[in-house]
């Protein structure tokens, strides 16, 4: 039981250690999650809505897309209305106030690059490989409880005891055989009492 329970502790500990999650990276995975929340909410919080109405026959266009009239544009970035021969408008979110639009990409590829690091591709994912290492990790521990449970003195001393014992039950069934045996009922009692020990 303790060699089988020493091979399955083996076999976790091996298993955790290929996954290359820690709590100190989800941990930095969710401060990341937070700071791309708090940008697209700035930034949702500046972006401002715009329709556009256009006479019949007059076209626009908002960057390299042609304006449909009588569409709402959501604009999250310094954005120009071009209407060819008439105007052209210039909207800046918020009022210029920062560049919630870069502060937002910026934390979502520091996300992203840290995500591929781990090689995970959501926060979700790397909370739940992390679980999976410290399932892992409570089973090596469980493994090796069992172990110290069927050899106190360790393994390696259980298995000299055991060798000694096969050793001393080998030596008792050549006795048997010898020139000079001994009585049968002493040999046959002194291989079980060997036995027992070994037990």
């Known amino acids: 039981e303790a060699v089988k329970a020493k091979t399955k502790a083996e076999q976790s500990l091996r298993a955790a250690s290929e996954i290359g999650i820690e709590k ?5 995975l969710k401060h990341l999650n937070e700071e791309v929340t708090k ?3 700035q930034l949702d919080a500046l972006a401002t809505n715009v329709r556009i109405d256009l006479e019949t026959g007059v076209k626009a266009r908002i960057g390299r897309a042609a304006v449909v009239s009588g569409t709402e544009y959501r604009i999250t970035e310094t954005t120009a209305i071009d209407i060819p021969s008439c105007a052209k408008i210039k909207i800046i979110p918020g009022g210029g106030i920062g560049d919630p639009l870069a ?8 996300l992203q690059r840290a995500l591929k690091e781990l090689g995970v591709s959501k926060l979700v994912e790397a909370e739940g490989k992390l ?18 449970a069927h050899a106190q003195g360790g393994l390696d001393m259980l298995q000299a005891k055991i060798a ?8 008792l069934t050549d006795q048997q055989v010898d020139d000079k045996p001994r009585p049968p009922k002493e040999v046959a009692a002194a291989v079980q009492d060997a036995q027992r020990e070994r037990d």
């Not at 502060?103 to 520091?110: D, L, T, V």
Request: aromatic share 4%.
């Open 24 to 28: 100190k990276d989800v941990t930095r």
């Open 131 to 148: 679980e999976e290492r410290q399932n892992l990790l409570n089973e090596t521990k469980k493994y090796q409880e069992l172990i110290d």
């Open 164 to 171: 000694e014992h096969r050793g001393e039950i080998q030596r």
């Open 103 to 110: 502060q937002f990409r910026n934390a979502e590829e520091k």
């Open 39 to 41: 940008a697209r909410a």
